[in-house]
C-alpha cells in the first residue's frame, strides 16, 4: 500500500484573484478540505485547501500561497496528495484505487491474466484495466464482486472470474 493517495487535480485557475478550479476525487467531493494540507506528487509544494463555491465538474477554491490567476493558471494538472493516515479506514469490501494498481490479475484456476494498469470510472461503476503479459492489449473488466470475487492486497493480487469471451 502506498503512504499518500492521490484525491484531487488542479483543472486551472477560476477567476482572476488566484482561485483555482478543483477537481475532487474523494466520494464526498467536499472532503478534499478536510484532509489537512495537500501535496503534490513530488511533496515539494503542500497546499491549505480552502472551498469557495461549486462549479461545474467540481470546486472553487483557495490554496495557501496562491494569490494570482498567473500562479493559479501554473499549477494546472498538478494532483494533489494526502497521506494515508488522515484518511478513513475502508470496510472491507472496499479498496482506494491506488492499492488497486499494479496488482497481479489471475483467474480462478491460477492463470496470469496480468496487472490492473488502471481503474476507471465513467459514471456506471469502476473498470480495471488490465495490461501486460499474456494479454496482447488492454483488457477493460468490470469491477464487481460477481466479476473479481477475491482482492488480495497482502498477496498483489485479484482473482477474476470473467464472463465467456472477455479474453478472446
Known amino acids: 500500500m502506498v503512504d499518500r493517495v492521490c484525491i484531487g487535480a488542479i483543472a486551472g485557475a477560476f477567476g482572476v484573484r488566484g482561485e483555482v478550479r478543483l477537481k475532487s476525487f474523494c466520494a464526498e ?20 485547501i480552502t472551498l469557495t463555491r461549486p462549479v461545474t465538474s467540481g470546486y472553487a477554491a483557495r490554496l495557501s500561497g496562491v494569490t494570482s490567476k498567473e500562479a493559479a493558471d501554473a ?15 475502508l470496510p472491507d469490501d472496499e479498496f482506494y484505487h491506488a492499492d ?11 492463470a496470469p491474466l496480468g496487472k490492473v494498469a488502471a481503474v476507471l470510472n465513467h459514471g456506471a461503476g469502476d473498470i480495471l484495466e488490465l495490461r501486460g503479459a499474456p494479454l496482447k492489449g488492454a483488457v477493460l473488466v468490470p469491477f464487481t464482486s460477481a466479476i473479481v470475487p ?4 497482502a498477496a498483489g ?6 464472463p465467456e469471451g472477455l479474453f478472446d
Open 29 to 48: 467531493a467536499a472532503d478534499i478540505a478536510a484532509y489537512g494540507p495537500l501535496t503534490t506528487e513530488d511533496g515539494a509544494r503542500s497546499y491549505e
Open 75 to 89: 499549477l494546472r494538472g498538478v494532483r494533489l496528495f494526502a497521506p494515508r493516515s488522515a484518511l478513513p479506514h
Open 100 to 110: 488497486l494498481l499494479g496488482l497481479t490479475a489471475q483467474d480462478t484456476g491460477g
Open 150 to 153: 477475491t482482492v488480495d492486497l
Open 157 to 162: 493480487r485479484i482473482v477474476i472470474d470473467p
